[in-house]
């Protein structure tokens, strides 16, 4: 009896050893994929302080940069933007960072959202039609920007580090992000306005060179349209052929064009046209309008253009 009960003993205390064992594999294990979380995490947060830095650097003081430049490096701040989602959305989440990996997919879906409206009004504020309407929606994609940083600041990190804390997980605490900088000077129209007047690459605040497009004509599925009423077949779905010329001397990028027909929009663009050359924009009508509609097409003005008559014309179109 005496050594059944030994080897019982001995047989009990190798059987927790072993669950120790295992239980500490597994908390070591827990551990490290809490780690490397918040490595990824921290690595993006670094890399979007950069874009951070870079971007609203350019708005204080764009040194020589010409419109088109300025314009093109806000594009390349947005797609930064869009990689650091994609990122967040891809990270391996340990299942207790479940509930701050949400707040952190929402933070950057926020800064994502922003900065590509940012993006597409940029062209259209530092022009001279319509800039005071895309200058306001600017700021208003600051006050998301903003409110971004508020739901990192407020949820995000301290939920992060107090998980890592929580566990053990030493010298692992993620950073502070903080995208808009100068707390609410940003949210400013008068600030937004007066730091993109100071874009030009030229002397005097002007975009410099000759700048203008022109609408040469407008077609649908092929049929051209002119001053006369034109038949168009409504059984398959309408394309709107756009077809614009660059009457500039520079090369202009992120081309508007919208079309509107029974008093629905749609809108399309042309990436970019050379100078004295043309491009073509395609934008499917939909829904297909019935009868005879007026279609009225419409180019985006670029910045420096000082004609936009020509941007413009109606077409009269009956759908058969």
């Known amino acids: ?8 003993g001995g047989g009990l205390v190798v059987l927790i050893l072993l669950v120790l064992g295992v239980k500490g594999c597994l908390d070591a294990r827990a551990n490290r994929e809490l780690s490397d979380y918040a490595r990824n995490v921290t690595q993006i947060v670094e890399e979007t302080k950069q874009t ?3 971007f609203f650097g350019k708005l204080e003081d764009p040194g020589t940069l010409s419109v ?38 929402l933070v950057y879906e926020l800064r994502a959202s922003a900065m590509t409206e940012i993006s597409e009004q940029i062209s259209t504020a530092l022009g001279d039609a319509g800039s005071a309407k895309a200058t306001a929606i600017i700021a208003k994609q600051m006050q998301t920007l903003l409110a971004a940083d508020t739901l990192y600041a407020a949820v995000v990190r301290p939920e992060i580090n107090h998980v890592l804390e929580g566990k053990g997980v030493g010298d692992s605490d993620v950073p502070k992000s903080v995208f808009v900088p100068d707390g609410t000077k940003w949210l400013d129209e008068s600030t937004v306005s007066a730091a993109l007047g100071s874009v030009s690459g030229s002397s005097g605040g002007e975009v410099s060179g000759v700048h203008g497009l022109g609408l040469l004509g407008v077609s649908i599925n092929g049929t051209e349209l002119g001053e006369e009423a034109t038949g168009v077949a409504a059984e398959e779905t309408p394309e709107v052929e756009v077809e614009v010329q660059n009457q500039g001397e520079s090369t202009e990028n992120d081309i508007g064009v919208s079309v509107t027909a029974g008093g629905s929009t749609v809108e399309g663009s042309i990436s970019s046209i ?9 934008i499917p009508l939909t829904p297909t309008p019935e009868g005879e509609v007026t279609l009225e097409v ?11 008559e020509n941007n413009e014309a109606s077409y009269t179109v009956v759908f058969e």
Do not use: H
Not at 1 to 8: P, S
């Open 68 to 105: 088109t430049e300025f314009v093109a490096e806000v594009n390349a701040d947005r797609s930064a933007m869009d990689t650091y989602r994609t990122r967040i959305d891809d990270l391996g989440t340990p299942g207790d960072m479940s509930s701050p990996q949400q707040a952190l997919e």
């Open 298 to 308: 419409k180019v985006d003005t670029v910045p420096g253009e000082q004609v936009s």
């Open 1 to 8: 009896m005496l050594r059944r009960g030994l080897a019982l």
């Open 52 to 54: 951070s830095k870079g």
């Open 274 to 282: 050379e100078a004295g050359e043309t491009g073509v924009a395609t």
